[in-house]
């Protein structure tokens, strides 16, 4: 009946739309949904209800929720896997209290959890008629009373961190919703199977993500400076010295996206300071950029030399200093770099990220992004959806020993299908990139940016982070944390879309074993179960997480 009303009341204002429009009836979404319930379990409090979600899930405040009495998580040693949890209450202003306990398992031993309470972003244009807002930033929940408006959820995110060495089984984490006074309206359960294996300390994929100098003045109120800043606008060259202050947030930063298996282009510590050393050598760190001192060849051979004296150091190390080269000013530049980095850093390891254009240098010679890179850069980084139309050049490339990452931006735009890291898309397609990824055999993810306020001003009120976008397309570009300002504190806020991007890289490592244990052909055909073609996947998390249970069995075995 509920499904009925839905349909009758969304075909009535599809109609009137441009009535609803004109008297901004769109936004009052509150009276529609006191007349259809939003369903959800009922508790003993008559007024709240509650649902269990897919952590790939983006429930709006006015969503509908389903019947989930208690829910599954499942998961790897030495991985993070979380769920979530909708509640809504019939009556305004209810309060209520949540509470998770770490997970246990019969003999005692426990696995850790932690809550956030999600925060919403209105994106005009994305979105139904009824609302617009999506979750995304994640607020530290310590507990306390949570006050409800009429028929609008609040969701919670709950994530689970199975140790190395964590015994394989089912654990089991109480979950109690009381009202204000504390009293027991509520209680139900979480289930955290963990597998017989464990993921690696080091990812099987590289990653380089940017993390630029916007968090000193925003995310602590610190002077400015370009510190990590690695785009087409600017490159950090070494030149920068930090404060002990701004060393510390962006240490912060930097060990936050670690703990979420990003590794930032550049270190906390210059090259040359001994304590990066802890950082070069930590397995988690997968990639690290080398400044380039435009200037100073002493400086940057220093640097060069410093890497190459570890074999290890000289394998995560690489220079980027110039972005998509689409235009002869870029070009006369790259040509520049390529020539002083051959003649200085010989056999030096460089990512230079490109689509599909073509160069008319300022000699009039017209030259293809992939004649731009021949023979000269050895990490091949083409952007997503370029991959597929030159893979036999990407094939003769790495037989000759080079490396493919690939990457994504503002672009593959959403309408064209492709997977990305938009704010307002279907989480799974956060997930999923990386099973194309390793679909792809791409050794390496490449995101320019996870701090991009420059634009968006605060990206809490503003979230089209991308200075030329003209639409929402870009919603959410560039950006994987918030600034603390908004909720009392200098940490970095996490989002929804970072816990998406951390458990597609720990998906990556394990479709990496699946292919060393069930083979490359057992492998594809699980891939190809949730993510078909490029453009084809499923929608579906029921279909996604039986595919991964699937895998994760398998390997258990």
């Not at 593959?412 to 990824?437: A, E, M, V």
Request: charge should be negative; include cysteine.
């Amino acid at each position: 009946m509920v499904n009925f009303f839905n349909r009758l009341i969304a075909l009535l204002l599809a109609f009137l739309l441009p009535l609803g429009v004109k008297l901004n009836l769109s936004r009052n979404y509150d009276s529609y949904r006191a007349v259809i319930p939003q369903g959800g379990v009922r508790t003993e409090d008559k007024d709240l209800f509650y649902d269990f979600a897919w952590p790939t899930e983006k429930l709006k405040p006015t969503d509908n929720l389903g019947l989930d009495k208690d829910f599954t998580v499942c998961m790897a040693k030495n991985e993070t896997e979380g769920c979530q949890l909708a509640v809504r209450s019939d009556k305004a202003g209810k309060g209520f209290m949540l509470q998770v306990a770490p997970a246990k398992n019969a003999v005692g031993d426990t696995l850790s959890v932690s809550v956030w309470k999600e925060a919403y972003l209105d994106i005009e244009g994305k979105g139904d008629i009824f609302s617009g807002e999506f979750p995304d930033p994640l607020i530290p929940y310590d507990g306390g009373i949570v006050t409800l408006e009429k028929n609008r959820a609040q969701t919670f995110y709950m994530e689970f961190c199975a140790p190395s060495n964590a015994p394989a089984g089912d654990y089991v984490s109480s979950v109690s919703l009381c009202n204000e006074n504390g009293e027991l309206i509520k209680s139900t359960k979480i289930i955290v199977t963990v597998w017989d294996f464990a993921l690696p300390d080091a990812s099987a994929s590289a990653s380089a993500v940017g993390l630029n100098g916007s968090i000193f003045p925003q995310g602590a109120g610190l002077p400015s400076n370009w510190y990590g800043t690695n785009t087409w606008l600017t490159f950090y060259d070494g030149s920068v010295t930090l404060t002990p202050e701004q060393e510390a947030v962006y240490k912060n930063y930097y060990d936050c996206l670690l703990e979420h298996k990003l590794c930032a282009f550049f270190l906390p510590y210059d090259l040359l300071d001994p304590r990066a050393e802890e950082y070069m050598n930590d397995p988690r760190v997968t990639a690290f950029c080398i400044p380039y001192p435009k200037d100073d060849d002493e400086k940057l051979v220093a640097y060069y030399e410093k890497v190459t004296s570890n074999p290890l150091w000289e394998n995560k190390a690489y220079f980027y200093p110039v972005d998509e080269p689409f235009d002869a000013d870029r070009m006369e530049n790259f040509d520049a770099i390529v020539e002083r980095l051959g003649r200085l850093c010989p056999g030096c390891h460089m990512v230079v990220p490109f689509g599909d254009y073509e160069v008319t240098d300022h000699s009039g010679r017209l030259r293809t992004a992939t004649e731009i890179e021949e023979n000269t850069v050895d990490i091949l980084c083409p952007i997503s959806d370029y991959v597929n139309e030159i893979r036999p050049w990407i094939n003769k490339r790495v037989s000759a020993g080079d490396r493919l990452w690939w990457y994504v931006c503002c672009g593959p735009s959403d309408g064209s299908g492709h997977c990305n890291l938009f704010t307002y898309q279907n989480g799974l397609k956060h997930r999923i990139l990386f099973w194309q990824q390793r679909m792809q055999n791409a050794e390496g993810f490449l995101y320019y940016e996870t701090c991009n306020w420059g634009f968006a001003g605060d990206p809490w009120t503003n979230p089209i982070t991308y200075g030329a976008a003209t639409d929402t397309d870009e919603a959410g570009d560039g950006l994987l944390l918030y600034p603390g300002n908004q909720i009392g504190t200098t940490d970095p806020v996490q989002s929804l879309r970072l816990k998406s991007v951390r458990d597609g890289m720990e998906d990556f490592d394990l479709l990496t074993l699946a292919k060393k244990s069930l083979g490359e052909k057992e492998t594809e055909r699980l891939i190809r179960c949730v993510t078909p073609g490029m453009t084809v996947y499923t929608d579906d998390p029921a279909v996604f997480f039986a595919v991964r249970e699937a895998i994760g069995e398998k390997l258990s075995r």
